[in-house]
């Protein structure tokens, strides 16, 4: 009856640790997802600056607006001194 338990708990083992490596590699693709993500936008930034210069401009422009709207909307964090 020993050796049955043994033997659950090495499977136990392998599952967890198989969901363990699962979620590594999970991590590793959405981390890959995302740079590979940034690195079209990039690419995509330039050649439209580089066919259409007004465009990249205006898209720019807007971005900045944006930002700056969203930064000046944002909820503010009260910022605690240390005592």
Wanted: net charge neutral.
């Amino acid at each position: 009856m020993e050796i049955i338990a043994q033997w659950l708990d090495d499977l136990d083992d392998v599952v967890f640790s198989c969901r363990l490596l699962r979620e590594r590699i999970r991590n590793l693709l959405l981390a890959s997802l995302l740079l590979s993500a940034a690195v079209i936008l990039e690419v995509a930034a330039v050649l439209l600056a580089l066919r259409h210069p007004p465009l990249a401009s205006a898209t720019a422009t807007m971005l900045l607006v944006f930002l700056m709207y969203r930064s000046a909307t944002a909820p503010r964090v009260a910022v605690q001194q240390a005592s």
